[in-house]
């Protein structure tokens, strides 16, 4: 009863905006106006514009860029697990008395907007900023490097920045409620502290790392704004979220848009089902 | 447990990962917001301090600009009015969920969690697209825009209060219901005030993810009169831009730090004597 204004909202607005998105990407074009006809009757959908799609995709000019999209999500997803990793799991098990001060900490860039992080990278990196400044005091580098003018590193320092947040609480609630007692065992049995990580501490951890890296993989590949921001938008740092974006937006081609957006969908549809499938079962488990 | 087994507070190396990591994390925006104090035009070195990109600028302060704080407003109305709209709905569809069991009760919980794990960008084509083909009388600008934050920001709300539900379990509003109240009257008087702490919890999310959003506005912006402050900081990433960027920004900063620090006092008020349910343990519950 009480759920119906929700359930029909998100029906409204969800489920049929995520349709329409399929309609004009199997409807056709005004041969006019170039607007898009979206076929809402499923019998009428024809997959022309699809297929050129996705044969650039595979093989064509949208193959790199959807490459090279993966290699920025990989190598910030690595920099996440290396830098959350640690810090969650000292928050969790080590921290003592100061858990609840590093804890509010952690928790301050969820209120700090994420493009007001970002704007801080572009104030420090900028060709006379602090950054290079610091660097060129240290003598780690001449005087100046340009950061920010599409280079690769620069988007994966700016995608961990803003997605480390992300991670690090999922992976601190799930090493939080380890239970002691099991890491005590390992101690009592002779295992030294290195053998009690690898063996128990990190292997209960392994849900909680999974849940932490599908809540921060999906938003990373439909990022566009990190990557554009941090590199005045040069074509040598595009993600898939770019074409995206300059498809529905800058030029007027919904339809390869849409087409974009569905493929987008069925590569990460595994990650969404697991998420899925996980916090499914978990609330089946609170429920009894 | 022997007392020299405790080996709490005893990790050197990682909780020198951790500072350094809330230092790394935090200190770029202290210094996007120190350089809004600067008395000249540069947004990359620290000049003496004034508020000139505050007020003191006749044309392009923050309080003489009309784009920058026609953003600021847009930006604060949104927020509320998806708070307003977004929280009841959600926490009915929570109630509603619940309690409801069966095939089609699994189908509604599905649908509730899929916008979570939906890339932005998945949703700010899809709404676009459906404004633009099917809604078409819906009125284009910030209508558009509080639908589409109100969608993305309901399912946060029925996480947090659903795991808040799991946690009182049923016997209090059966204890209600035995003496002698209706439906209605246990929901009011018994389940809401134990709810409230969640409650606040998801306002204070939804607010900060409306503030932050940049996706989905800028999807369904229609030009400078509908522009939020994360657009405006995106797009003075183009161009020549001014500290009264960095100030719009840290004015924004300041408002959802005291609108979150308000919730969590007026929280703990509440919820005395209660161990947690702060903005830590509702976002960690939203992301587990």
Redesign the interface.
């Known amino acids: 009863?009480?759920?119906?204004?929700?359930?029909g909202?998100?029906?409204l607005?969800?489920?049929?905006?995520?349709y329409?998105?399929m309609?004009?990407a199997f409807g056709a074009v005004d041969p006019i106006l170039r607007t898009?006809i979206?076929a809402w009757n499923p019998l009428q959908w024809n997959a022309r514009a699809m297929s050129s799609v996705l044969h650039r995709v595979f093989g064509g000019d949208l193959g790199t860029v959807f490459v090279r999209t993966f290699w920025f999500v990989g190598l910030s997803l690595l920099g996440c697990i290396l830098?959350g990793y640690?810090?969650a799991?000292?928050?969790a098990?080590?921290?003592?008395?100061?858990r609840g001060l590093?804890?509010?900490?952690?928790?301050?860039?969820?209120?700090?907007?994420?493009?007001?992080?970002m704007?801080?990278?572009?104030?420090?990196l900028?060709?006379?900023?602090?950054v290079n400044n610091v660097l060129h005091f240290l003598h780690l580098q001449g005087p100046q490097r340009y950061w920010l003018d599409g280079n690769w590193y620069t988007v994966v320092i700016g995608l961990v920045?803003g997605y480390?947040?992300?991670f690090i609480?999922?992976l601190?609630?799930?090493l939080e409620r380890i239970d002691g007692r099991l890491i005590?065992a390992g101690?009592d049995l002779g295992a030294s502290?290195a053998q009690t990580f690898l063996r128990v501490t990190l292997p209960l951890s392994v849900p909680g790392l999974m849940?932490?890296s599908?809540?921060t993989i999906?938003?990373m590949?439909?990022?566009?704004?990190t990557n554009?921001?941090l590199t005045?938008?040069s074509p040598k740092t595009e993600m898939i979220?770019n074409q995206?974006?300059r498809y529905?937006?800058g030029t007027s081609q919904?339809q390869t848009?849409?087409s974009l957006?569905l493929i987008?969908?069925a590569f990460?549809f595994v990650?969404?089902a697991y998420?899925?499938y996980t916090?499914?079962r978990?609330?089946r488990l609170?429920?009894r | 447990?022997s007392p020299f087994?405790r080996?709490?507070?005893?990790?050197p190396v990682?909780?020198m990962?951790?500072w350094v990591?809330?230092l790394?994390?935090?200190l770029?925006?202290l210094?996007?917001v120190r350089?809004s104090f600067n008395s000249g035009k540069?947004?990359?070195?620290l000049q003496p301090l004034s508020t000139r990109w505050y007020w003191g600028d006749p044309t392009s302060s923050v309080w003489h600009d009309d784009h920058l704080h026609t953003a600021m407003f847009n930006t604060l109305q949104l927020a509320a009015l998806c708070m307003l709209i977004a929280t009841p709905?959600?926490v009915?569809?929570a109630?509603?969920?619940h309690r409801?069991r069966g095939k089609l009760?699994?189908a509604?919980?599905?649908?509730?969690?899929?916008?979570?794990?939906?890339?932005?960008?998945?949703?700010g084509?899809?709404?676009?697209?459906?404004f633009t083909?099917?809604y078409t009388g819906v009125p284009s600008g910030m209508t558009r825009q509080l639908?589409?934050h109100?969608?993305f920001t309901?399912s946060f709300v029925?996480v947090i209060v659903?795991?808040r539900l799991?946690a009182i379990g049923g016997q209090y509003e059966e204890a209600a219901r035995d003496l002698g109240a209706t439906r209605l009257q246990a929901i009011r008087l018994v389940l809401l005030p134990l709810l409230a702490p969640a409650i606040f919890a998801s306002v204070m999310v939804v607010f900060?993810t409306s503030?932050?959003d940049?996706?989905i506005s800028s999807?369904l912006s229609t030009g400078a009169s509908t522009d939020t402050?994360?657009i405006k900081?995106?797009s003075?990433?183009?161009g020549t831009s001014t500290p009264a960027?960095?100030a719009l920004?840290t004015v924004?900063?300041v408002f959802?730090?005291l609108a979150?620090l308000l919730a969590a006092l007026a929280m703990k008020r509440m919820n005395r004597g209660d161990d947690d349910g702060g903005?830590?343990g509702g976002?960690?519950?939203l992301?587990?």
């Open positions: 009863m009480f759920a119906m204004p929700g359930v909202w998100l029906l607005f969800f489920v049929v905006s995520v329409a998105v309609a004009v898009p979206p830098i640690p810090v799991y000292f928050v098990r080590k921290a003592g008395k100061y590093v804890l509010g900490m952690l928790v301050l860039p969820f209120w700090i907007s994420y493009l007001m992080r704007m801080a990278w572009t104030n420090l900028a060709p006379d900023g602090m920045y480390v947040p992300f609480l999922p601190y609630s799930t005590e101690r502290s849940a932490a599908v809540i999906l938003p590949f439909g990022d566009y704004y554009t921001y005045s938008g979220g995206i974006e529905l937006l919904p848009g849409a957006v987008l969908m990460l990650l969404m998420y899925l916090t499914i978990q609330q609170a429920d | 447990m087994r080996r709490q507070g005893r990790a990682l909780a990962v951790t990591y809330i790394w994390s935090l770029p925006v210094v996007a350089i540069s947004r990359s070195t709905i959600g009915a569809m109630i509603g969920l409801w009760s699994s509604a919980n599905g649908l509730m969690l899929i916008p979570i794990v939906t890339p932005e960008i998945v949703f084509v899809a709404l676009f697209l459906v083909q099917a639908i589409g109100i969608t309901m029925v659903r795991g799991q900060a503030v932050d940049f996706v999807f402050v994360p900081i995106y003075g990433a183009k960027l960095n920004a924004m900063l959802t730090l979150v903005a830590a976002l960690a519950g992301s587990v």
